[in-house]
């Protein structure tokens, strides 16, 4: 992913307002992140433990998205999987988040969700620069470029639903 500025995450957003995009807490070292390892840029707001951002390319633009979490109870004998980049963890290391749609569909009340890394590093997971507690990771078939391919596709999917104005 190609390094991006405070600006260009704020402008980015489809799913809130422009003025909840100024005041979103944006992760804290933005030039120090490892870009290059990055599919998308997810981050936790550590102001408000529910929510969530998400900024990745999207048909060639940054699209960046609000999340909302649900309160997980932490369990050490369940194992949980991202849907995104297929990492198992133990306890809350995934959590099911939701996005508001965009536009009159989002504005009516409608989401979508989709089980995810809790702390948003599912592009480090599939790389291996970092690991799951408690979790091994699978070894899989794929290649791991074919296993960033899946996740960036697993990631457009969803993003996809997010955009989609109507329920249809």
Known sequence: ?????????????????????????????????????????GWRDQGAPDRAYLV?????????VTLRST?????????????????????????????????????????VGTYICADLACSLYVRGLKKSTLVTR??????VEEQVERTVGNLGEFLARVLTDTLG
Do not use: Q
């Open 56 to 64: 990745a390319p999207y048909e060639g633009e940054p699209v960046g």
């Open 138 to 143: 699978p070894n899989e078939s794929l290649p």
């Open 71 to 111: 309160m997980v109870r932490r369990s050490l004998t369940k194992t949980n999987v991202c849907s995104l980049c297929i990492t198992a963890h133990a306890g809350s290391g995934v959590a099911l988040l939701a996005a508001r749609r965009a536009g009159a569909a989002g504005r009516e009340g409608n989401t």
């Open 1 to 41: 992913m190609e390094p991006l500025s405070e600006n260009e995450i704020r402008a980015s957003f489809v799913n809130c307002s422009k003025g909840e995009a100024r005041r979103l807490n944006l992760p804290r070292g933005l030039a120090e992140l490892p870009w290059e390892n990055l599919d998308f840029l």
